[in-house]
């Protein structure tokens, strides 16, 4: 019988009453200034037990102790549940009897597809059925390859790796009997949302052309190892993980591609069989436009137990790794928006932010179990964020500048997608984002929440903005939420916008108000998805700001059409979904005003991010929430 380690929800690091010499401190309680002597006891209900050398013991909230003795609390108590873990799964793993047949028989049962990700348990676990093969982890990568993610990057987003719940119900489905499609699927007018291959150490592979089809490696998005950070925080490779084949193996795919078919490593069509770059099946085919050609298997292993076969391979220059597929797959979405499905999804934490023109990283590491340090440079200054997973599971950040002033924000989880739950099912309702001190706090998640309390003070919440830049919005109610005269509701007028800190340079100002419907949090921006209710653009330089109502903007710039009524004017907010709505506005500093070919009815928010796209000095936001009241019959 196995016994589970929870201790009812305590967390032990000795038994009861026990003060141990040896890992005693001085422990703070920063909200009180209390400072207490002595070893950590146990941790319950959100707070830690102190025991002291006189047999006291105190107990202090972890939200109340000083940053540092919060850190060492959290730490001690990830490593006591890694032990627990380690404890019980090593008790799972010993059935009361089992022999050598029994033995041959469980692995008989694993497919030979889950070799190469069994190479990186226990972070990532595999199990399958008759059609497919099961991948869960977390979607970051961890010994015995624990990269360094992010460095190298000098087209970023202000993403960050974060855990992910790839597993359960959301785990990656690979095919175990891959078939031929009738017509392969080109990468480069498909394929541009979602993964396209899954690599050994469980981290997703995307398209190598980005969701606006162009080359990531190219333009600087990936670091040394070919990956980087989606809008969802999801770390995932654009490019092949080389480094893989040391791990999984010579001959040996570092990789399979969501068709089913494998992904090896690099190909040379002159190599001979057994030296590093030759084909591990014995191909010397050149590679199709898909990166991948026929081989000849042993009997059995090939199309309907035949030999012949297909796969992928690796490469150095565009596509990378598999070009699109060459088996049967089931789309989702048509053209570039199409995804292969199924697929596993990351359930963002916090929204996708604007790119950060100029910003190189230059350092990343994790300081935790579950936190990490990201650095980068910025106008020759250095700049950090620092973040970490709290056992709540609240993602908390604190952001240094230059000077070492430091912002915090806070947000909460986002019961949607992940572990155990069919998609489709369930909606978002974490609130993400309170200020904690200074500076710009966190902002809420782009969704509805149904559930959102009604008729309380929401703290008013702005979008970690280009350092300098700020955007503000007067038009807010005593809740902080939109006011009702910017709406449908009420009178339809502009809100009232304010902008400060652009950067030297500034020649044009664009402004935009967009809205994510739920399900279409992870859409590129621009995409058809976004409802858009502020398009205006060619804005002076010197304007700092608009009133509200403003009736005289049509002189100062140029109005684009949004995407309610398709005019060129503003668009009240008029949900008809309950629960509260994020309007996201956005001021954008240009080195010129946009350029491009657009009708007599305006241009749409599309074409002018694609226009601004290399003119863009900086940007800073704004998120407007707002919740129609509901009718009573």
Not at 1 to 19: C, K, Q, R, Y
Not at 203 to 224: K, M, Q, Y
Not at 428 to 440: C, F, L, S
Not at 506 to 527: D, Q, V
């Amino acid at each position: 019988m196995i016994t589970a380690l929870s201790f009812a929800g305590i967390v032990h690091a000795h038994p009861p009453d026990e003060f141990n010499f040896a890992s005693s401190r001085a422990w703070t309680n920063a909200r009180t200034g209390e400072v207490v002597d002595g070893s950590f006891l146990f941790a319950r209900s959100g707070k830690v037990a102190i025991a002291t050398a006189s047999g006291d013991i105190t107990t202090i909230a972890i939200d109340d102790l000083a940053s540092a003795d919060r850190i060492e609390a959290t730490q001690r108590i990830e490593a006591i549940l890694a032990i627990n873990e380690s404890i019980l799964d090593a008790a799972q793993s010993k059935p009361a009897r089992t022999n050598a047949a029994d033995a041959n028989s469980i692995d008989a049962k694993k497919p030979p597809q889950a070799a190469i990700f069994d190479a990186f348990a226990p972070f990532v676990k595999t199990r399958a059925d008759e059609r497919w093969l099961y991948v869960e982890s977390d979607g970051l990568p961890h010994a015995p390859l624990a990269s360094m993610m992010m460095i190298g990057i000098t087209a970023w987003q202000q993403q960050v790796p974060l855990p992910q719940k790839y597993q359960g119900a959301n785990a990656w489905q690979i095919p175990l009997k891959p078939e031929l499609a009738d017509k392969p699927i080109s990468g480069k007018d498909a394929l541009m949302r979602g993964a396209v291959a899954l690599a050994a150490n469980g981290i997703p592979i995307f398209n190598a052309l980005n969701n606006r089809g162009v080359d990531s490696f190219s333009i600087g998005e990936l670091d040394e190892f070919g990956g980087h950070c989606g809008r969802a925080d999801d770390y995932h490779y654009h490019a092949a993980p080389l480094a893989i084949a040391s791990i999984v193996g010579k001959g040996q795919p570092i990789a399979y591609a969501l068709d089913g078919f494998p992904i090896y490593g690099l190909f040379d069509p002159a190599a001979k069989l057994g030296e590093d770059l030759a084909c591990p099946c014995g191909s010397h085919d050149k590679l199709d436009e898909l990166n991948g050609h026929f081989c000849e298997l042993p009997k059995g292993e090939g199309f309907g137990g035949g030999t012949r076969s297909y796969h992928y391979h690796a490469s150095k220059a565009y596509p990378y790794i598999n070009g699109g597929m060459k088996g049967k797959v089931t789309l989702r979405g048509a053209g570039k928006e199409s995804e292969v499905e199924p697929q596993a999804h990351a359930n963002p934490m916090r929204p996708a932010l604007q790119p950060l023109r100029g910003a190189r990283i230059t350092g990343f590491k994790q300081t935790s179990v579950s936190a990490w340090m990201l650095e980068y440079e910025l106008a020759s200054k250095k700049y950090t964020i620092a973040y970490r997973v709290e056992l709540d599971g609240k993602l908390n950040f604190e952001f240094t500048d230059a000077d070492g002033n430091m912002t915090k924000e806070t947000y909460t989880p986002r019961n949607q997608g992940g572990a155990d739950r069919p998609r489709g099912q369930g909606q978002g309702q974490g609130q993400g984002g309170g200020r904690e001190q200074g500076g710009a706090a966190g902002r809420p998640p782009r969704d509805d929440q149904p559930n959102a309390p009604r008729n309380v003070s929401v703290p008013v919440v702005k979008t970690p903005n280009t350092p300098g830049m700020n955007l503000e919005c007067a038009s807010l109610d005593s809740n902080g939420m939109l006011d009702v005269r910017c709406t449908c509701d009420g009178e339809s007028l502009l809100p009232a916008l304010k902008w400060s800190g652009l950067p030297v340079g500034t020649k044009s100002i664009a402004i935009t108000m967009h809205h994510l419907p739920p399900g279409a949090e992870n859409a590129a921006p621009g995409a058809e998805s976004e409802k858009v209710y502020i398009m205006l653009y060619n804005i002076p330089a010197t304007t700092t700001g608009i009133t509200e109502g403003a009736r005289d903007i049509s002189s100062l710039s140029t109005w684009g059409i949004n995407t309610v009524n398709h005019r060129r004017e503003y668009a009240p907010p008029c949900s008809k979904g309950p629960g509260v709505k994020t309007y996201t506005a956005t001021v954008f500093a240009l080195s010129e005003a946009p350029k491009f070919d657009a009708s007599n009815n305006g241009a749409t928010r599309a074409q002018l991010l694609k226009a601004i796209e290399k003119t863009t000095l900086g940007t800073a936001s704004f998120d407007l929430r707002y919740e129609r009241k509901q009718k009573t019959q």
